[in-house]
């Protein structure tokens, strides 16, 4: 069984910069593509970026490309999204998934707040 634990989410204001992390235990998530979600308030959960097991592959929503970066660092189980120029509109829970021909395993969620 693997368990996604999220980190990094906060309050920041427009403009700013978070890198949120998502760490994988229990098992190895070497051998899958993992992708972060997004959840706002009455809006459904949405996909924001993926990478594939080996980072070598990128996928971004148009919402966020140029703005965001995924990666990942095996050794460590862990991937990341650091986030740029943050808007208000990028208010959300923030939830990383391990893909294992679907998305199967999910974390718990990080609040981003972006406010002035």
């Known amino acids: 069984q693997v368990q996604l634990v999220e980190s990094g989410g906060g309050l920041v204001q427009p403009g700013g910069s978070l890198r949120l992390s998502c760490e994988a235990t229990?098992?190895?998530?070497?051998?899958?593509?993992m992708g972060w979600f997004r959840q706002a308030p009455g809006k459904e959960r949405g996909l924001l970026a993926s990478?594939?097991?080996?980072?070598?592959?990128?996928n971004y929503a148009n919402s966020v490309k140029g703005r965001f970066n995924i990666s990942r660092d095996n050794a460590k189980n862990t991937v990341y999204l650091q986030m740029n120029n943050l808007k208000p509109e990028d208010t959300a829970i923030y939830y990383c998934?391990?893909?294992?021909?679907?998305?199967?395993?999910w974390g718990q969620g990080t609040q981003v707040t972006v406010s002035s």
């Open positions: 998934a391990a893909n294992a021909g679907v998305w199967k395993y």
């Open positions: 229990g098992r190895t998530v070497t051998n899958y593509a």
């Open positions: 990478i594939s097991w080996s980072g070598g592959s990128t």
